[in-house]
């Protein structure tokens, strides 16, 4: 009995391997705020892939921060643990992306004792090898399809009131104006400090997303989000 529990349990193991071996699969649209991050593949390429992400918390030295992976289309926590801070403030982890199904995914730091504070995130996508990342729509976003209240989302504070006659309003008094621009938006007056105010809209037309790099090379993200 013990000897066929052995082998019935190698077995399991190696189909186990065998079945993360097998994954074939890419990352797109890897973004970071306040961190430095790439993917890195494994000894077979496409496969066995992670994502570096490193930072500094001076705040948190010598304690740990939170690390949490959240996947975007079932909002559903995907991976939680907790990551060291050095005495310099200096923290390294490691996002295993071969464990985690095709999506999109949103991960961020927070402090082990505030989880509703993030002080440094990003978002990836993972799909299969060879699938192209999805589409925009080749149609313009309609003012009607944009008003609404929006929220700042991946450790963006944000509460903006988007108006159908292209005026905002953000963070209940600062004003300005937007337009559609074809899968972007451009606003003028306070987002404008965002990528000159030019936003990407997602396919759902929920999320909008700034990305740049800065004159001091440092990468920037902020996003929105409509409920």
């Known amino acids: 009995m013990k000897k066929q529990f052995v082998l019935f349990l190698f077995l399991f193991l190696c189909s186990a391997v065998l079945a993360f071996e097998q994954r074939d699969f890419t990352i797109s649209g890897l973004q970071c705020q306040s961190l430095t991050c790439e993917a890195r593949e494994g000894i077979i390429p496409h496969q066995l892939t992670t994502i570096e992400v490193s930072g500094n918390a001076r705040q948190f030295a010598g304690y740990s921060v939170l690390m949490r992976v959240v996947n975007r289309g079932t909002r559903t926590i995907a991976l939680e643990r ?34 509703d504070k993030t002080f440094a995130a990003g978002q990836f996508t993972i799909s299969a090898a060879g699938v192209a990342a999805q589409q925009f729509p080749a149609t313009s976003s309609t003012s009607g399809s944009l008003a609404g209240h929006w929220y700042g989302i991946a450790g963006t504070m944000a509460d903006i009131v988007i108006n159908p006659d292209g005026s905002y309003i953000s963070g209940g008094s600062a004003r300005g104006t937007w337009r559609a621009d074809g899968r972007s938006v451009v606003f003028n007056g306070p987002l404008a400090a965002w990528n000159n105010g030019r936003g990407k809209l997602n396919a759902r037309g929920d999320v909008i997303e700034f990305y740049w790099t800065n004159s001091a090379g440092a990468k920037q993200y902020f996003v929105l989000e409509k409920p």
């Open 82 to 115: 907790k990551v060291g801070v050095m005495a310099n403030g200096g923290f390294t982890a490691s996002i295993p992306a071969y464990t985690l199904a095709g999506g999109q995914y949103v991960f961020g730091f927070v402090p082990v004792n505030q989880p």
